[in-house]
T-cell receptor, first 114, second 117 residues
Framework: AQSVSQHNHHVILSEAASLELGCNYSYGGTVNLFWYVQYPGQHLQLLLKYFSGDPLVKGIKGFEAEFIKSKFSFNLRKPSVQWSDTAEYFCAVKHSGGYQKVTFGTGTKLQVIP | GAGVSQSPSNKVTEKGKDVELRCDPISGHTALYWYRQSLGQGLEFLIY????????KSGLPSDRFSAERTGGSVSTLTIQRTQQEDSAVYLC???????????????FGPGTRLTVL
């Protein structure tokens, strides 16, 4: 069974600092990759996703993620965080063949200090 | 259009009682997922429905948990003989779930906060 690891459980940054959240998965086949975000008091929502093509994916609010197949990684980055980025971030993976379920990581809580 | 809705938004129950949580997915979405979100535990997969296929129940924590999806639309998650450790936010999500590999997006509902006293 596939698994998703998010090694950073809680990250605290000052505004304008750069962000990188790690995500590694275990499946060796072709995958679809996602980052979801949950802002305080709001629903989980999609931040960005990788399907195929350019491994550098750009999402909403200045976030991007890079798929590195050789490292089984899909790290999330943002060059300069804002207080409004305070949220919980979830990485997710899905096998791309057939009707496959999505597997989520345990999440990383990001706290941005003004 | 309407998103995923869940009811009730909050449920307080006594230990040992049964509860039913409802999810109305987005119309036309063939895939439906239930997750549990507990403090410090992240997002725990419970069950997955895809069209008319047999559901993937591999995430259900015990036989006290069950779920149905009627007519490929509304789903009900039932927890029998609730325990205090069942207290959590139960999230439902739906997606189009393309078979061809296209990365479909899950749309989440607001969740039901279950408190077992």
């Amino acid at each position: 069974a596939q698994s998703v690891s998010q090694h950073n459980h809680h990250v605290i940054l000052s505004e304008a600092a750069s962000l990188e959240l790690g995500c590694n998965y275990s499946y060796g086949g072709t995958v679809n990759l996602f980052w979801y975000v949950q802002y305080p008091g709001q629903h989980l929502q999609l931040l960005l996703k990788y399907f195929s093509g350019d491994p550098l994916v750009k999402g909403i609010k200045g976030f991007e993620a890079e798929f590195i197949k050789s490292k089984f990684s899909f790290n999330l980055r943002k060059p300069s965080v804002q207080w409004s980025d305070t949220a919980e971030y979830f990485c997710a993976v899905k096998h791309s063949g057939g009707y496959q379920k999505v597997t989520f990581g345990t999440g990383t809580k990001l706290q941005v200090i003004p | 259009g309407a998103g995923v809705s869940q009811s009730p938004s909050n449920k307080v129950t006594e230990k040992g009682k049964d509860v039913e949580l409802r999810c109305d997915p987005i119309s036309g979405h063939t895939a439906l997922y239930w997750y549990r979100q507990s403090l410090g535990q992240g997002l725990e997969f419970l069950i997955y429905f895809q069209g008319n296929s047999a559901p993937d129940k591999s995430g259900l924590p015990s036989d006290r948990f069950s779920a149905e999806r009627t007519g490929g639309s509304v789903s009900t998650l039932t927890i029998q003989r609730t325990q205090q450790e069942d207290s959590a936010v139960y999230l439902c999500a739906s997606s189009l779930n393309f078979a061809g590999g296209k990365a479909d997006t899950q749309y989440f509902g607001p969740g039901t906060r279950l408190t077992v006293l």
